[in-house]
């Protein structure tokens, strides 16, 4: 069974900020490229919600490694999947723990 995707306020910001920075240092066909995989791993998410890994920095989370430089972390009921944030692996890993414990973060 599919999954409602809902996207958090926090990845969204980080999706459009990331989507600017390829577009602005690498190219369209780079951030078009990039969709594809993103929108291949929801896909995969949807229909198999558990065949990523549970993540050690918050209950009930699981991680997703889309490129090597992203990680998109979600949260899933029966009905929903919930993206609570996407992560630039190249920043400092303690930058992750706030968008992961906020009540934004929360499926409701």
Do not use: G
Not at 48 to 62: C, G, H, M, V
Request: hydrophobic share 35%; proline share 4%; net charge positive.
């Amino acid at each position: 069974m599919k999954r409602n995707v809902i996207i958090s306020k926090t990845a969204e910001k980080k999706l459009e900020k990331l989507f600017n920075f390829l577009v602005k240092n690498w190219s369209i066909k780079v951030k078009n490229e990039f969709i594809e995989k993103l929108d291949s791993t929801i896909n995969t998410i949807q229909s198999q919600p558990e065949i990523f890994p549970s993540s050690q920095k918050a209950k009930n989370l699981r991680k997703c490694v889309v490129t090597k430089q992203t990680t998109l972390y979600y949260r899933f009921t029966s009905s929903n999947i919930f993206i609570v944030t996407i992560f630039d692996t190249r920043q400092n890993p303690k930058k992750l723990t706030k968008p992961l414990c906020t009540k934004s973060a929360e499926v409701h």
